[in-house]
């Protein structure tokens, strides 16, 4: 069974910083493109970040560009997002899913609430 769980959410200021992990099992997270999708209050899904198997540069929707960064850490099988500069914009619940190439979705983890307020 291919199980993702995300954990690293929770209350932060404007300007702030957290990192948000994505453990897997049931899966080689190395051998999949790994993706951070969000979901704002109200809004639809909003892809965030990937990382691609394979090697090759991580790719950012462009309201987080320069803030944050997805990385791998594949002996933990295990996926990040470093999220700086934190704007109110960015209060969501985080979602980890694996793809095939942004083109076929498979799991998806349960989310985690990321909040942005003074």
């Known amino acids: 069974e291919v199980k993702l769980v995300e954990s690293g959410g929770g209350l932060v200021q404007p300007g702030g910083s957290l990192i948000l992990s994505c453990a897997a099992s049931g899966l080689a997270a190395s051998y999949y493109t790994m993706s951070w999708v969000r979901q704002s209050p109200g809004k639809g899904l909003e892809w965030v970040s990937a990382v691609k198997n394979g090697g090759g540069p991580s790719i950012y929707n462009n309201r987080v560009k320069g803030r944050f960064t997805v990385s791998r850490d594949n002996a933990k099988n295990t996926v990040l997002l470093q999220m700086n500069n934190l704007k109110p914009e960015g209060t969501a619940v985080y979602y980890c899913?694996?793809?095939?190439?942004?083109?076929?979705?498979?799991?998806w983890g349960q989310g985690t609430q990321v909040i942005v307020s003074s």
């Open positions: 899913a694996h793809s095939w190439g942004l083109v076929r979705w498979g799991s």
